[in-house]
């Protein structure tokens, strides 16, 4: 089953305009990172928060995690058209030995 | 190129068949992971293993096993095929035995159609 559960499942936006998405995890986390995945390509990392970070920031990403809510969100800010991809969270259990489980994913969609 | 390779990029087969599916990980990094994805069920774990030793098993199906040998590339193994495997397969690495200190780098994956 899912660890995480991303919301919503897919956004669309104009460029320049910001995307939120959000995550929702069960159980005890070490650490939850995103990943970004273009069609049919490879995942990307692209950021890490650890469990008593509240939030990171990293170019136009910014991340938060609430611990007591089991969920974190990621903005991007003034969205881009090469942001065109699906968003997914993952999240490291503490009792997983560091095996990394994702949600189902966010597709974003940003025209032009 | 994110230093991970993975071969064949496009494998069609028939059910009952069997296929390898071969990856190289990054320089340095000494585990492998390996992931389903597919539009049911989204991207599955599927095993792991570190520096030769299976480190952790998922949702990997008996039909289904790996290797990493003493090069450290992992082969996948699928057999007696059926429908509901085709997929796309993603094989990841990591400099140490988990994503605990940052995360994986993923190959383009095997996308596998089976017939």
């Known amino acids: 089953s899912q660890q995480g559960e991303e919301d919503p499942q897919a956004l669309s936006i104009q460029e320049g305009e910001n995307a939120t998405m959000n995550c929702s995890y069960k159980t005890s986390i070490n650490n939850l990172q995103w990943y970004r995945q273009n069609s049919g390509r490879g995942l990307v990392h692209l950021i890490l928060i650890r469990s008593n970070e509240r939030e990171k920031h990293s170019g136009r990403l910014r991340v938060t995690l609430d611990t007591s809510k089991k969920s974190s969100s990621l903005l991007i800010t003034a969205s881009r058209a090469a942001d065109t991809a699906s968003y997914f969270c993952?999240?490291?259990?503490?009792?997983?030995?560091?095996?990394?489980?994702f949600g189902a994913g966010t597709q974003v969609v940003v025209t032009p | 190129d994110s230093g991970v390779t993975q071969t064949p990029k496009h494998l069609i087969t028939a059910t009952g068949q069997r296929v390898t599916l071969r990856c190289s990980p990054r320089s340095g990094d000494l585990s492998v992971y390996w992931y389903q994805q597919s539009l049911d069920q989204g991207l599955q774990f599927l095993i792991q293993?570190?520096?030769?030793?299976?480190?952790a098993k998922g949702n990997i199906l008996e039909r289904f096993s790996a290797q990493q040998f003493p090069d450290l590339h992992s082969e996948l193994n699928l057999s007696s095929l059926e429908l509901g495997d085709s997929a796309l397969y993603f094989c990841?690495?990591?400099?140490?035995?988990?994503?605990?200190?940052?995360?994986?780098?993923f190959g383009s994956g095997t996308r596998l159609t089976v017939v």
């Open positions: 293993y570190y520096n030769g030793e299976e480190r």
């Open positions: 993952a999240t490291v259990r503490t009792d997983s030995w560091g095996k990394l489980q």
């Open positions: 990841a690495s990591s400099p140490g035995q988990g994503a605990v200190l940052g995360g994986y780098t």
